[in-house]
């Protein structure tokens, strides 16, 4: 069992950062792919960003590459999201993922094995 506890969420004007954290903690979460999806009211929740444990691996959605990056801090087994030059458009609950995986590019294909409860980033204009 893997439990994810997100935080870092508000209000924020356009143009503005916003760094999104999640603790994670559970059996062998070394094994996990850790990752970030978001759903804005009445769309589908897509993927952000995944990262994993070791190593230097990490995966994005295109849209969102060259504005958010992730990273994570393992002696707290926390993930970070940073996100920069917010736009309204990314107003959305954001989730923390686990997924039992090899490498972070599996996070955006596939179910997901643990879900946050969702931490949400409103951008205003």
């Known amino acids: 069992q893997v439990q994810l506890v997100e935080s870092g969420g508000g209000l924020v004007q356009a143009g503005d950062s916003l760094r999104l954290s999640c603790a994670a903690s559970?059996?062998?979460?070394?094994?996990?792919?850790m990752g970030w999806f978001r759903q804005a009211p009445g769309k589908e929740r897509e993927f952000v960003a995944a990262?994993?444990?070791?190593?230097?691996?990490?995966s994005y959605a295109d849209s969102m590459k060259d504005r958010f990056t992730i990273s994570r801090d393992n002696a707290k087994n926390t993930v970070y999201l940073q996100m920069n030059t917010l736009k309204p458009e990314d107003t959305a609950v954001y989730y923390c993922?686990?997924?039992?995986?090899?490498?972070?590019?599996?996070?955006?294909?596939?179910?997901?094995?643990?879900w946050g409860q969702g931490t949400q980033v409103t951008v205003s204009s």
């Open positions: 990262i994993k444990w070791s190593g230097a691996s990490t």
């Open positions: 559970g059996r062998f979460i070394s094994n996990y792919a």
């Open positions: 993922a686990a997924k039992f995986a090899s490498t972070a590019q599996a996070m955006g294909v596939g179910p997901v094995n643990y």
